[in-house]
């Protein structure tokens, strides 16, 4: 949970630098090369985590990594490789992505269904969102065949679940009581 707070904060500050440079375009093609990098090869988070690393060797190998990134992207990635935080680069990219969805007005949306969901029920199930919310809508949709049936939507903090499978285990837990 700190680490995230702490993701967060640079997340933040690097947000910041770049509406005010007006390098928006720029480093989010930075931060998503580093999850890129991170989800390629496992071993740059074993890399970043290693307390038998030094700093500078950590800082001169993603200089050697990111050599084409922006000089405030290789900036910014010192300073919080100096801070002892380089663990946290690849939570720190992520959360720049969510908190730029976020400035843009970008709303992410998850519908977990057990088959998939067919225009209509998609459409309605969409409508029904945007009447809540605020913003254009990012849907995702995933397919967990024991949901049974129905679906689950998720935003952000919020979860709706209308499956058939939670519908049972309340059904369930009513006829234990």
Known sequence: ???????????KALLELALDQNKIEVIEGNMEQILTVAA???????????PLIKVDKKIEVIKSIFGN????????????????RESLITEIATAFLGQLKEHRGIVPVTIVSAQALDAKTKEQITAKIKAAVQGTL???????????????VRMGDHQIDASVSNQLNRLKQELVK
Not at 40 to 50: E, G, I, P, R
Not at 69 to 84: K, M, Q, T
């Open 40 to 50: 390629d090869a496992h071993d740059f988070q074993v890399f970043l985590n290693s």
């Open 1 to 11: 949970m700190k680490s995230t707070k702490s993701a967060g904060r640079y997340a």
């Open 138 to 152: 990012e849907i995702t949709e995933t397919i967990d065949e024991t949901l049974i049936g129905g679906f689950i």
């Open 69 to 84: 990134f922006d000089a405030l992207s290789l900036s910014f990635l010192e300073l919080v490789a100096n801070n002892g």
